[in-house]
């Protein structure tokens, strides 16, 4: 079975400043996706970036880029230039690639990202 | 706008009470989900249903159930055999297989 891991429960950083949010994943699987979902104090859950398992290229979204390291099973979240507006629960997320009764995704526990004036 | 409709957003049940959970999209998307979130928790998963008529038991399903008898709608029902159902609840809907999901805003059920 697969299991998704954030080790940091809680991370606060100064407005402007670059930070890494970690993720490390267990799974057996080679195709799969990897994503991280952003949750507001509003708690609505939005798609912050998602990776493929097959790309050696890490995907880059604005601010927002990840280091995927496949062979390490790490899938690290970097947010430049942090804003107030960031402030937010970080999940990292894992998606097997398969067939449509395979599609659950596997949520971490979770970063509580907090971005100070 | 083409979106994910939960309500109500707050809900409150008595004990022994079952209550019905309301998730609507209007994107066409296939498949949708059902996930529970407890207080510094990720979101574990209830139910999914990847087609019309169809679904499955996700982590979590005791004391839960669901229908899909419309492609748009995906109800969840709180009985009164989940004997924790405090917790925000969110739906998600995706395309299919391989694609990301998209989250509705939620709903909080809370015990009276």
């Known amino acids: 079975a697969q299991t998704v891991t954030q080790s940091q429960p809680e991370m606060s950083v100064q407005e402007a400043e670059t930070v890494t949010l970690s993720c490390t994943y267990d799974?057996?699987?080679?195709?799969?996706?990897l994503f991280w979902y952003k949750q507001p104090p509003s708690r609505q859950m939005i798609l912050v970036i998602r990776?493929?398992?097959?790309?050696?290229q890490n995907a880059t979204e604005n601010r927002f880029s990840v280091n995927f390291q496949k062979a390490a099973k790490s899938f690290s979240l970097k947010i430049s230039d942090s804003q107030l507006g960031d402030t937010a629960m970080y999940f990292c997320?894992?998606?097997?690639?398969?067939?449509?009764?395979?599609?659950?995704?596997?949520f971490g526990k979770g970063t509580r990202l907090h971005i100070l004036p | 706008d083409g979106g994910i409709t939960q309500s109500p957003k707050y809900l409150f049940r008595k004990e022994g009470q079952n209550v019905t959970l309301s998730c609507e999209q209007n994107?066409?998307?296939?498949?949708m989900y059902w996930y529970r979130q407890d207080p510094g928790q990720g979101l574990r998963l209830i139910y999914y249903?990847?087609?019309?008529?169809?679904?499955q038991k996700g982590d979590i399903a005791e004391g839960y159930s669901v229908s899909r008898e419309k492609k748009e709608s995906f109800p969840l029902t709180v009985t009164s055999a989940q004997k924790n159902p405090t917790a925000f609840y969110l739906c998600?809907?995706?395309?299919?297989?391989?694609?990301?999901?998209?989250f509705g805003d939620g709903t909080r059920l809370s015990i009276l």
């Open positions: 249903s990847q087609i019309v008529n169809d679904f």
């Open positions: 998600a809907s995706s395309p299919g297989s391989n694609q990301p999901q998209h």
């Open positions: 799974t057996s699987e080679s195709n799969y996706y």
């Open positions: 994107l066409n998307h296939d498949a």
């Open positions: 990776q493929e398992a097959y790309k050696q």
């Open positions: 997320a894992f998606m097997k690639w398969g067939p449509v009764l395979d599609d659950k995704i596997i």
